[in-house]
């Protein structure tokens, strides 16, 4: 599975933007950006993925550069429920044969604090 | 659509027993997939069903680890013999395709003591 980085924490101002980065350079030409996030002791909360174009969705907008080697994940008015661990997930193709299936590997994420 | 249901939320057990989770997936989801996920750290993959076949299983899932998933409708995740360091929350998600939005469920946390 491709790897990604993240970094480890961000701050950001209620009512700003947040841009989220993250590395995946490794990533082959079939496999999809998601991003999650995860607020304490719930489950993961879907926000958004793609595959090469950008992405908006009522949450979030997901920038993908061309070379699909790092992506940003923008929530464009930042408020303090947006506090949470997010999530940057390369989701791997099946496989012809082979044994992977489409699972979502998570890492570490950032943990974004959103602040008044 | 509820969305990804699971019970129980929180179960606490002895060392030594034996415990049940169960998954109601989205209904027409037929990609189900189980991770565990310890204090501070993302979750990790433990296995994968699509509609009732186990196709793929993490090293995680030792042998006291089983999941079942008769129907292909919801899913169980049994462990025997438990042990403190299976403490963790356990969770469950479902796809409709393997490209598509995978929705987790609330999670149940498990404490061994």
């Known amino acids: 599975d491709a790897k990604t980085t993240q970094p480890p924490s961000m701050d950001c101002a209620e009512g700003r933007a947040a841009n989220l980065p993250c590395n995946h350079s490794?990533?082959?030409?079939?496999?999809?950006v998601y991003w999650y996030r995860q607020i304490h002791s719930q489950g993961p909360q879907y926000i958004i993925h793609g595959l090469k174009n950008n992405e908006t969705n009522e949450m979030a907008s997901l920038i993908i550069t061309e070379d699909r080697k790092s992506s940003t994940l923008i929530l464009p008015h930042a408020t303090l429920r947006d506090t949470a661990v997010y999530y940057c997930?390369?989701?791997?193709?099946?496989?012809?044969?082979?044994?992977?299936?489409?699972?979502?590997?998570f890492g570490q994420g950032t943990i974004l604090t959103v602040h008044p | 659509d509820t969305g990804v249901s699971q019970d129980p939320r929180h179960k606490i057990t002895k060392r030594g027993q034996n415990v049940t989770f169960r998954c109601d997936p989205i209904s027409e989801h037929n990609r189900l997939y189980w991770y565990r996920q310890t204090l501070g750290q993302g979750p990790e993959f433990l296995t994968y069903?699509?509609?009732?076949?186990?196709?793929?299983k993490s090293r995680l899932l030792s042998d006291r680890f089983s999941a079942e998933r008769p129907k292909g409708s919801f899913s169980t995740l049994e462990i025997q013999r438990t042990e403190q360091g299976d403490s963790a929350m356990y969770l469950c998600?479902?796809?409709?395709?393997?490209?598509?939005?995978?929705?987790f469920g609330q999670g149940t946390r498990l404490t061994v003591v």
């Open positions: 998600a479902s796809s409709f395709r393997w490209n598509t939005e995978a929705f």
């Open positions: 490794t990533i082959s030409g079939n496999e999809y």
């Open positions: 997930i390369v989701r791997a193709a099946p496989e012809a044969g082979g044994t992977s299936y489409g699972k979502l590997t």
């Open positions: 069903f699509q509609n009732e076949a186990q196709l793929e």
